[in-house]
């Protein structure tokens, strides 16, 4: 080890650290600093007793732990001896950068002075050239035990910023990912999303669930939305988003939730899970219980959100699989003549453990993929109230299109209310009363 330390010294100047880089593999409980000043150490203590053998080769081996070894305990020895100086040279592979470790955890601490977060990440960024630099080395004296540069400067400011503000280094799931590029003094800050779980009840129709983009403009304005942008003036997202977005300072908030409903559909009962995504947030620590007022504050009973909680990307991820989870929906639908007893209950013995077979409907062709769909409806419980009229209430797999369960799609339904009973019928209002699968806790 010590040969082919003291090789790569008379080609390269290494400060200690990128030294002992080069044999980071070897020991515990030492820094990649010490490391590098061990090796110089027992370089200078081999050079001095060469020295007083006589042996030329100890001066040289001084000079070059002087010059290219930066070595200050060697330059002082070969003064001593020789009565000779050598000029002090820079590092090849980090150009004297470690020096600023302070200095750049400094400018982080900073930095991150306008977030909240419990934990983070350092990332380095470095010139190509850097890393060659490196990277040829290593091969030209074939090193076994280093590692790479990047490593070492996340490493070490991560210690540093850790030890100052308490917070903790997390590889997986940091809040924030810091990313350093020590060669051109460069700090960007990464704000990792946030993600807060609940449900939500929709209260009043006519309201859809997502940001509805003007059809003629897509978005950017024109007298068909008003200039607004929007075929809608406000969206459960909206609604919801809105209010998060204050608190937490953040640019963009996404919603996803456990399926949807259409425009003039209540989602009644203990609502529908949703997960709010808040993307590049400067606040964390929320209040949920205030976040729960300032929401239903701001959608004025339009929207109600209950039971909020800080949850993760994977609770997005099983909400995003549930659609198909089990509802109850409430259907009201008037005939064009009156409905008897014996049609009602042949319409309960039919759809009751029924297999539907849906072709997506016409009326959502222009945005969804032209296929057949089998959803399953598990109970069906019908009511009357009036000659005319029929309320229906249907448990089923999620994702069954009640409206045309009931008028049959022209067909693309099998079966129907419709084919059933053989009478049109239109739903006056459908309500989602339960989506029964408890999905990521929430």
């Given at each position: 080890m010590l040969e082919k330390a003291e090789e790569i010294l008379k080609k390269y100047t290494l400060c200690d650290r990128c030294l002992g880089r080069q044999f980071a593999l070897l020991g515990y409980g030492l820094n990649n600093m010490e490391r590098g000043s061990a090796i110089k150490t027992l370089l200078l203590m081999k050079a001095d007793l060469l020295i007083n053998e006589g042996d030329q080769r100890g001066v040289d081996l001084l000079k070059t732990l002087g010059s290219k070894g930066l070595s200050d305990s060697a330059r002082a020895t070969l003064r001593k001896r020789k009565g000779e100086t050598v000029k002090k040279g820079e590092c090849y592979i980090c150009e004297g950068k470690f020096e600023l470790l302070d200095e750049l955890t400094e400018k982080t601490i900073e930095r991150l002075k306008e977030?909240?977060?419990?934990?983070?990440?350092?990332?380095?960024?470095?010139?190509?050239?850097?890393?060659?630099?490196?990277?040829?080395?290593?091969?030209?004296?074939?090193?076994?035990?280093?590692?790479?540069?990047?490593?070492?400067?996340?490493?070490?400011?991560?210690?540093?910023?850790?030890?100052?503000?308490?917070?903790?280094?997390?590889?997986?799931?940091?809040?924030?990912?810091?990313?350093?590029?020590?060669?051109?003094?460069?700090?960007?800050?990464?704000?990792?999303?946030?993600?807060?779980?609940?449900?939500?009840?929709?209260?009043k129709r006519g309201i859809p669930q997502t940001k509805w983009l003007c059809s003629k403009c897509m978005g950017r304005g024109c007298e068909r939305c008003n200039w607004t942008g929007k075929m809608y003036p406000e969206s459960i997202q909206e609604l919801i988003a809105k209010p998060v977005l204050d608190l937490t300072l953040g640019k963009e908030a996404v919603l996803h939730a456990a399926g949807r409903e259409d425009i003039d559909v209540l989602m009644l009962g203990d609502g529908r899970p949703f997960v709010i995504e808040v993307k590049e947030p400067k606040k964390r620590f929320l209040d949920l219980e205030e976040l729960t007022e300032r929401i239903n504050e701001y959608a004025k009973g339009k929207v109600e959100v209950l039971n909020l909680r800080f949850v993760d990307r994977k609770t997005v991820r099983e909400i995003k699989k549930s659609e198909s989870a089990e509802k109850i929906y409430r259907a009201v639908v008037k005939f064009n003549r009156e409905i008897t007893d014996e049609e009602i209950e042949a319409l309960e013995k039919t759809l009751n453990g029924a297999k539907i077979t849906q072709r997506t409907p016409t009326r959502v062709l222009h945005r969804r993929a032209d296929k057949i769909r089998e959803k399953y409806i598990y109970e069906t419980k019908i009511k009357k109230l009036m000659p005319d009229m029929l309320e229906f209430r249907i448990r089923s797999e999620g994702g069954l299109y009640i409206k045309e369960l009931i008028d049959g799609d022209g067909g693309r339904t099998r079966p129907s209310v419709a084919d059933i009973i053989g009478v049109e019928g239109k739903v006056e209002k459908l309500d989602v009363l339960k989506v029964v699968k408890n999905l990521g806790g929430l």
């Amino acid at each position: 080890m010590l040969e082919k330390a003291e090789e790569i010294l008379k080609k390269y100047t290494l400060c200690d650290r990128c030294l002992g880089r080069q044999f980071a593999l070897l020991g515990y409980g030492l820094n990649n600093m010490e490391r590098g000043s061990a090796i110089k150490t027992l370089l200078l203590m081999k050079a001095d007793l060469l020295i007083n053998e006589g042996d030329q080769r100890g001066v040289d081996l001084l000079k070059t732990l002087g010059s290219k070894g930066l070595s200050d305990s060697a330059r002082a020895t070969l003064r001593k001896r020789k009565g000779e100086t050598v000029k002090k040279g820079e590092c090849y592979i980090c150009e004297g950068k470690f020096e600023l470790l302070d200095e750049l955890t400094e400018k982080t601490i900073e930095r991150l002075k306008e977030y909240e977060f419990r934990s983070f990440l350092i990332g380095i960024d470095l010139p190509r050239e850097v890393e060659e630099r490196e990277d040829e080395l290593k091969a030209e004296f074939k090193v076994e035990y280093g590692e790479n540069l990047r490593n070492e400067f996340s490493r070490e400011i991560g210690k540093r910023i850790s030890k100052k503000l308490s917070k903790k280094v997390d590889y997986k799931t940091p809040d924030l990912v810091v990313l350093i590029n020590p060669f051109e003094n460069r700090i960007e800050v990464q704000s990792n999303p946030l993600f807060i779980g609940g449900r939500y009840r929709k209260l009043k129709r006519g309201i859809p669930q997502t940001k509805w983009l003007c059809s003629k403009c897509m978005g950017r304005g024109c007298e068909r939305c008003n200039w607004t942008g929007k075929m809608y003036p406000e969206s459960i997202q909206e609604l919801i988003a809105k209010p998060v977005l204050d608190l937490t300072l953040g640019k963009e908030a996404v919603l996803h939730a456990a399926g949807r409903e259409d425009i003039d559909v209540l989602m009644l009962g203990d609502g529908r899970p949703f997960v709010i995504e808040v993307k590049e947030p400067k606040k964390r620590f929320l209040d949920l219980e205030e976040l729960t007022e300032r929401i239903n504050e701001y959608a004025k009973g339009k929207v109600e959100v209950l039971n909020l909680r800080f949850v993760d990307r994977k609770t997005v991820r099983e909400i995003k699989k549930s659609e198909s989870a089990e509802k109850i929906y409430r259907a009201v639908v008037k005939f064009n003549r009156e409905i008897t007893d014996e049609e009602i209950e042949a319409l309960e013995k039919t759809l009751n453990g029924a297999k539907i077979t849906q072709r997506t409907p016409t009326r959502v062709l222009h945005r969804r993929a032209d296929k057949i769909r089998e959803k399953y409806i598990y109970e069906t419980k019908i009511k009357k109230l009036m000659p005319d009229m029929l309320e229906f209430r249907i448990r089923s797999e999620g994702g069954l299109y009640i409206k045309e369960l009931i008028d049959g799609d022209g067909g693309r339904t099998r079966p129907s209310v419709a084919d059933i009973i053989g009478v049109e019928g239109k739903v006056e209002k459908l309500d989602v009363l339960k989506v029964v699968k408890n999905l990521g806790g929430l």
